[in-house]
C-alpha cells in the first residue's frame, strides 16, 4: 500500500500532530466547562 506522492511524510506527520494537539484542547475545554458546571451545581459559583 504505497503512499500518495502529494502528501510528504512530514506533512502526515503535522497533519496528525495537529490532529491530536486539537483534541487536546477540546478535551480540556470539554473537561473545564463539565468541572465549572458542576461547581456551579453544588453552589460554588465563581
Do not use: E, H, K
Amino acid at each position: 500500500m504505497a503512499a500518495p506522492t502529494s502528501l510528504p511524510s512530514w506533512r502526515s506527520r503535522l497533519l496528525w500532530l495537529l490532529l491530536i494537539w486539537a483534541g487536546g484542547v477540546a478535551s480540556l475545554g470539554l473537561a473545564a466547562g463539565a468541572l465549572r458546571l458542576v461547581m456551579r451545581a453544588i453552589g460554588m459559583s465563581t
